[in-house]
């Protein structure tokens, strides 16, 4: 096999992002990148920000975008033939360093042969071994040079394991502005500057929007019913989302309720991190989108449901009938409290979730003691992640 040379000057780096979240991590990286050594050069897999930033896309990123074990199962063939070409491609090719952003199950697994062949491999995001599958840290030790990490109780973990690590801050918390202008939010998206409005986010899975759209509209109606001022807005991810969730809409009606598309807002913000800065309250499915929330100070409920089938495949993979900390919703993980609550599985009903949505909409000083705590957690995540990231991947490409 011939191996291709990088043009003289030239940094190659490889780069497999698999969801939207990563795919805005990764974007942020390359700046970073570029700000240091203008002669990177990215390629690999990505989405349209990492494209926007100049990486070189073999396969795009939805390649890799699954929802849930069937799902997964049913694109098993193409998921390996993706897999299979990336990694001929870097091996015959060689690139200086290797970034996996996230998406463990693949990056991973292609890491620890990029590895093997001698080629340093750095991965951002570290799975949650906190909760689920501790074990996983003797595969992460083998496949990766240099771990970066966007929580800093992680570095220690990680430290204590001995993979080399470096804590870079979240790039959301670099992303939001440590003051939310709600006003100025309501104005972009039409909204009423004097009534309540409950930002809801039933998440970005089609299993998500199955199982927990029923029940946050459910809650919704009980809540327009105590307050038919109230406007509800749901920012929906993608146009297949969106239609899903606006069939449950039509079985469960709720009066003034606005959906909104996934575009771009003004200045390249997500249309649903305006919905949350306008927001008095969020009802929100547990991920990332609840540490968004709390970023913009707002006081929220954190909510999920998975079902039975998907608990016992869990339980499976994971050896664990549940994770190892008490929290589930990433800014009660962070603070090591139940800042704001939790109702999941047999809690997620319709009823407790319009009864703590109340609270965390007409609780006033509840809301403020909130966006102190969350005001402190966002000065704690507040790093130069893309400088950081950056840093860490160029001495790890340059050592080798």
């Known amino acids: 096999m011939t191996i291709a040379r990088p043009p003289a000057g030239v940094l190659d780096i490889g780069m497999v992002a698999g969801e939207p979240s990563g795919d805005l991590l990764a974007a942020r990286i390359i700046a970073g990148l570029r700000a240091r050594e203008p002669a990177v050069r990215c390629a690999g897999i990505g989405g349209p920000r990492m494209q926007a930033e100049g990486l070189q896309t073999w396969h795009p990123m939805h390649a890799l975008t699954v929802f849930g074990y069937v799902d997964a199962l049913k694109r098993l063939p193409s998921l390996l033939a993706t897999y299979g070409d990336v990694k001929r491609r870097w091996l015959a090719q060689r690139p200086a360093a290797f970034v996996g952003i996230d998406a463990p199950d693949f990056n991973l697994k292609l890491e620890l042969q990029l590895r093997r062949a001698g080629i340093p491999t750095v991965h951002f995001v570290g799975p949650s071994i906190w909760a689920w599958r501790y074990d996983r840290i003797h595969k992460i030790r083998e496949a990766v ?101 606006e069939a449950e809409l039509a079985r469960f009606p709720v009066p003034g309720l606005r959906c909104v598309a996934a575009q771009e807002g003004e200045g390249g913000q997500p249309v649903a991190w305006s919905v949350m800065e306008a927001a008095d309250a969020v009802l929100v499915a547990s991920g990332t989108a609840t540490l968004e929330a709390a970023l913009f100070k707002r006081p929220m409920v954190i909510s999920y449901y998975l079902s039975p089938w998907m608990r016992r495949i869990m339980t499976w993979k994971s050896g664990q009938q549940r994770p190892y900390l008490p929290w589930v919703g990433l800014p009660n993980v962070l603070l090591r409290d139940f800042a704001v609550p939790e109702l999941l599985q047999d809690d997620a009903t319709p009823e407790k979730l319009a009864q703590a949505t109340w609270q965390a909409l007409t609780d006033e000083a509840g809301a403020q003691r909130v966006a102190e705590r969350f005001t402190a957690l966002h000065h704690e995540l507040l790093r130069d992640t893309p400088a950081l990231a950056a840093q860490a991947i160029l001495e790890t490409a340059h050592a080798s």
């Not at 771990?147 to 790039?171: A, C, D, N």
């Not at 309540?196 to 327009?224: C, H, K, M, W």
């Not at 920012?235 to 899903?244: I, T």
Request: proline share 8%; hydrophobic share 50%; aromatic share 6%.
């Open 145 to 245: 040079s240099h771990m970066l990490v966007l929580f800093p109780f992680e570095e220690e973990i990680y430290r204590k394991e001995k993979v080399p690590v470096t804590y870079v801050g979240h790039p959301l918390a670099g992303a939001i502005a440590l003051r939310p202008d709600r006003q100025a939010a309501r104005a972009r998206l039409g909204l009423d500057a004097q009534a309540r409005v409950l930002a809801i986010l039933p998440g970005s899975r089609r299993s998500e929007i199955e199982i927990l759209a029923p029940r946050f509209l459910q809650a919704a109606q009980a809540l327009v019913a105590r307050d038919p001022g109230l406007q509800c807005v749901v920012p929906m991810v993608n146009a297949q989302r969106r239609a899903q969730f």
